[in-house]
């Protein structure tokens, strides 16, 4: 039985012994020992309902989408935009055609850096982003910069972790032309309080984005309460399958917004003279998309609300209280990032053991964690760090992972320390 | 394959009290290493008395293994030639990557400790990146990079 059913329509905690079972690689032994995973911020597991989503739909239903009158095509169209609908309602988007499906949050941002901003930036405009930013939210902007003439401002932190709101709020002026901000910190779990930011730059007019790539699998995301103008984030770290992910955007801007690339199914007609584009959300998807991983998004959503995202993040709040008050007693182990409000990653040093050696001493007693700059260069250089490592939680976890955690970090100190 | 396969006594010792850990700041020949997924940086400075590495040392951050095999490097290739130290590089690198060639492990004395690190591929460029930083010394290049 699933989980999920187990589950719906209560109140109760989640039956995470339950949930274990829905997801097929949790049964699976590492060098002889079970797998304990905890590198969710990185790439979450899948439950079997998207694995099988996507075989029923390869088994049964594949063909193109929006081009045939045939059954196959049909069938394919329905369950490509029925999840399109899915996605539409998980973040309370107004409507499907903000909904633009892309290959992860990397490219949503990369496509709003090209359509949105590289034709209205030019020379003295300003982009301000956070010192927290994973390099998704960096790197675009900079080429677009390179591109435009535009200039980067880059908010600074506080030693916990945290996008400092007054120095944010002085680096917004006339020149400041978009805000890209992470909704939760992907190397330091940090929750930024972003409604506060959305309020003060779009008070001056300014657009915001939100890399969510770590937010909409630990929360409940509405686009509409937060007011943001775009919103990025990935299926692969929210139970779904890797290659695909959503932009959201506002309707006004992306109507403004001329093509990112060109191709069929963003088209209406085409000839040599003059090609007419297509309209919302479409203009924004040439080529034959990932039909199947929008199927197999569309199943996690299913999967996550029938599980209940506020049920989700108490779980895992719970995991990362339990997980803080465990590590404390491991010696020399020091956090980084220690914001009050924090989704459930834990970065943290290993005093006299590089997190390098860490990864690999707990992959032996079949411990999964990230260690590394966490695609955060800046992050690590403010810290003075070279790299850290980190445990990133889901519901699926539970407290005897952490305790092996705890066990093969002081098996690593023992050894190396 | 067993941890202690990878973590032997030498690199242990060698990480926890790394040799020639020091800078020579009258070196002839210097480069510096970067291995930019695990972020360990290392430099290493060279003396040379004719085509002889009359001295080795190094510093910087990193792994236990990267640390431990540029300790037990300047131990190997100090008092060597430079052509010496190029084929103890090429027998390293083998040691390291190749596992369908016999290397001769007694041949190499200490920097034998480092067989186990071809059992773990996501360890292989901590433990050369030193090497490949020496080489890059050796034929004056500022900067190498494991990527």
Redesign the interface.
């Known amino acids: 039985m699933n989980a999920v059913h187990a589950v719906a329509g209560s109140s109760a905690a989640l039956d995470v012994a339950a949930i274990r079972r829905d997801f097929p690689v949790l049964e699976r032994t590492v060098r002889g020992l079970p797998l304990s995973y905890l590198d969710n911020a990185a790439s979450s597991q899948r439950p079997r309902a998207v694995i099988d989503a996507m075989s029923r739909y390869y088994e049964t239903s594949h063909a193109n989408v929006h081009r045939g009158v045939h059954t196959l095509s049909q069938e394919a169209t329905d369950l490509f935009e029925g999840a399109r609908e899915k996605v539409r309602r998980f973040i309370n988007a107004k409507s499907t055609t903000e909904i633009i499906f892309v290959r992860g949050t990397t490219e949503a941002i990369n496509l709003v850096a090209q359509s949105y901003g590289r034709p209205t930036l030019g020379p003295g405009d300003e982009i301000l982003i956070s010192w927290l930013e994973h390099h998704a939210n960096i790197v675009p902007w900079q080429m677009l910069c390179q591109q435009t003439g535009a200039t980067l401002q880059v908010a600074p932190i506080t030693r916990s972790g945290e996008v400092d709101f007054d120095a944010f709020a002085a680096l917004l002026s006339p020149r400041t032309k978009l805000v890209a901000l992470a909704h939760v910190s992907n190397a330091l779990g940090t929750i930024i309080p972003v409604s506060r930011f959305i309020a003060a730059a779009r008070t001056r007019g300014v657009p915001v984005l939100l890399d969510g790539a770590q937010a909409v699998p630990h929360m409940t995301v509405d686009v509409q309460a937060l007011n943001c103008d775009f919103y990025a984030f990935s299926g692969h770290k929210m139970c779904g399958p890797t290659g695909i992910g959503v932009l959201y955007g506002r309707e006004s801007l992306l109507s403004a917004m001329p093509p990112w690339q060109g191709g069929g199914d963003m088209i209406l007609a085409v000839s040599f003279e003059k090609t007419v584009y297509n309209g919302l959300p479409y203009k924004f998807e040439a080529g034959t998309p990932d039909i199947a991983g929008a199927i197999g998004l569309g199943a996690a959503i299913d999967y996550l609300e029938a599980l209940g995202m506020e049920r989700i993040a108490a779980a895992e709040h719970a995991l990362l209280d339990y997980a803080n008050e465990r590590l404390a007693t491991v010696p020399g182990l020091r956090f980084v990032g220690t914001a009050p409000d924090k989704a459930a990653v834990v970065s943290f040093t290993l005093d006299r053991?590089?997190?390098?050696?860490l990864?690999?001493?707990l992959d032996?007693e079949g411990v999964a964690i990230r260690?590394?700059?966490h695609c955060a260069m800046p992050v690590?250089d403010f810290f003075g760090?070279?790299?850290t490592a980190r445990a990133s939680f889901a519901f699926y976890n539970t407290p005897a992972e952490i305790e092996r955690l705890v066990a093969a970090l002081l098996t690593a100190r023992e050894?190396?320390g | 394959m067993d941890l202690k396969d990878l973590y032997r006594d030498v690199i242990v010792d060698h990480n926890r009290h790394p040799r020639n850990f020091r800078e020579i700041p009258d070196a002839d020949r210097r480069a510096d290493g970067f291995n930019p997924l695990c972020g360990d940086k290392l430099t290493v400075f060279v003396k040379l008395d004719g085509g002889r590495i009359s001295d080795v040392a190094f510093n910087g951050s990193g792994c236990a293994i990267s640390i431990a095999s540029a300790s037990l490097l300047t131990e190997s290739v100090k008092g060597r030639t430079i052509a010496e130290a190029e084929g103890l590089f090429s027998q390293m690198h083998q040691l390291l990557t190749r596992d369908d060639v016999e290397v001769d492990v007694s041949s190499l004395g200490k920097l034998g400790a480092l067989s186990g690190v071809r059992e773990f591929p996501a360890r292989v460029k901590c433990a050369s990146l030193c090497w490949h930083t020496l080489d890059a010394a050796l034929h004056q290049q500022q900067q190498v990079s494991t990527e």
Do not use: N
């Open positions: 053991v590089h997190p390098h050696d990864g690999t001493i032996h260690t590394g700059h690590m760090l070279p790299a050894m190396l």
